[in-house]
């Protein structure tokens, strides 16, 4: 069977970047969504980044190293339901002798969901050698997701199988 959902996510984006005498450089940057998968005291989720760069060969004389730089960088990004995911709702089927057939979802909504978020930040070192021939580039992560909206099993007794849940927490390094 096929099925069509519409969604609508609405955002507001900015961005400003700085650089200082070509060696010192900020990058900003900000998000705002509504999505209409998420409750009404729910459905805002803002996530913001910052990332900052030292080019640190702009105050080294060498024949050897061509580019120096380290970074620095922090995000938030937010994420939400699925379609369909607040609000139970039966299935009407093909009636049969004349009766109506309905069915309950398999997976039962959840009204009171927040939005998913992942907080990540970055450290990393970047270097070119010989005329741009050799480089090397090392970056160090740590990234971490909450309120995952996840369809948790649940006894069969209540009439589904599964519900949507904020649960979970992901640490990735």
Not at 46 to 52: G, K, Q
Request: hydrophobic share 35%; no cysteine; glycine share 8%.
């Amino acid at each position: 069977s096929e099925t069509a959902y519409q969604i609508g996510v609405d955002g507001f984006y900015g961005q400003a970047s700085f650089g200082y005498k070509n060696f010192l450089y900020a990058d900003l940057s900000a998000r705002q969504d509504v999505s209409s998968t998420l409750p009404v005291e729910n459905n805002t989720y803002f996530y913001p980044s910052a990332t900052l760069s030292f080019i640190f060969s702009e105050f080294i004389d060498s024949d050897v190293l061509e580019f120096g730089k380290v970074r620095l960088n922090w995000a938030a990004v937010g994420a939400d339901a699925p379609a369909q995911a607040l609000v139970d709702a039966y299935g009407i089927g093909t009636p049969f002798n004349g009766v109506t057939l309905a069915s309950a979802p398999s997976t039962q909504n959840n009204s009171s969901l927040l939005p998913e978020r992942t907080e990540s930040t970055e450290a990393g070192i970047e270097m070119k050698f010989f005329k741009n021939r050799a480089g090397l580039d090392i970056s160090a992560y740590q990234s971490s997701t909450y309120n995952q909206i996840l369809p948790a099993q649940v006894s069969s007794a209540t009439g589904t199988f599964y519900k949507y849940v904020n649960a979970g927490q992901i640490d990735n390094q």
